[in-house]
T-cell receptor
Framework: GAGVSQSPRYKVAKRGQDVALRCDPI?????LFWYQQALGQGPEFLTY????????KSGLPSDRFFAERPEGSVSTLKIQRTQQEDSAVYLC??????????????FGSGTRLTVV | DAKTTQPPSMDCAEGRAANLPCNHS???????VYWYRQIHSQGPQYIIH???NNETNEMASLIITEDRKSSTLILPHATLRDTAVYYC???????????FGTGTRLQVFP
């Protein structure tokens, strides 16, 4: 597709439930990023993939958060045993070459997760 | 930590130029200045970036001071659709990630 696609658009989970959020990056984009955005805040970096390799996961808030990109295209962010503080918009972005100066990121519209 | 300081909010009349300031006094020589904006319920959108020269594209102009400690994003003729949160980000060359601050909420009014 022409842009980064995320699904579902909205997700309501009961506390303790596991969730999986999907990101379809732009075809051919090497780099893929996940961000978490709490209400009224800027996006916060979670993790970064270059192809299928997860090069940076320093932003994942706990071991309940896990991300994968097994074939270097689609990525899934999984949150186990969700807590109320996990409620946020989860944004995915891709770029042709993440480190290049002219490489702007293209973001998806995000998945809004609400934990009740 | 974000390396930039921006005013939390600004207003601009439709049709006028919107000038959004950003301070990045600790910027180093290999760090680029990027601007993104986020319209309500959408993901951030790339606007422009620069190193030390002023830059212009179809969306905006970026003016970087000679000492590189601050910059200004200029939207020459703001429209209602430019109402958004604007993020100024410094990013080292070769760095893979963008670190967002809290941005400036620009409200364009009729």
């Amino acid at each position: 597709g022409a842009g980064v696609s995320q699904s579902p658009r909205y997700k309501v989970a009961k506390r303790g439930q596991d969730v999986a959020l999907r990101c379809d990056p732009i075809s051919g984009h090497v780099s893929l990023f996940w961000y978490q955005q709490a209400l009224g805040q800027g996006p916060e970096f979670l993790t970064y993939f270059q192809n299928e390799a997860q090069l940076d996961k320093s932003g994942l808030p706990s071991d309940r958060f896990f991300a994968e990109r097994p074939e270097g295209s689609v990525s899934t962010l999984k949150i186990q045993r969700t807590q109320q503080e996990d409620s946020a918009v989860y944004l995915c972005a891709s770029s042709l070459d993440g480190g290049a100066p002219g490489s702007g990121y293209t973001f998806g519209s995000g998945t809004r997760l609400t934990v009740v | 930590d974000a390396k930039t300081t921006q005013p939390p909010s600004m207003d601009c009349a439709e049709g006028r130029a919107a000038n959004l300031p950003c301070n990045h006094s600790t910027i180093s020589g290999n760090e680029y200045v990027y601007w993104y904006r986020q319209i309500h319920s959408q993901g951030p959108q790339y606007i422009i970036h620069g190193l030390k020269n002023n830059e212009t594209n179809e969306m905006a102009s970026l003016i970087i001071t000679e000492d590189r400690k601050s910059s200004t994003l200029i939207l020459p003729h703001a429209t209602l659709r430019d109402t958004a949160v604007y993020y100024c980000i410094v990013r080292p060359r070769g760095s893979d990630k963008l670190i967002f601050g809290t941005g400036t909420r620009l409200q364009v009014f009729p």
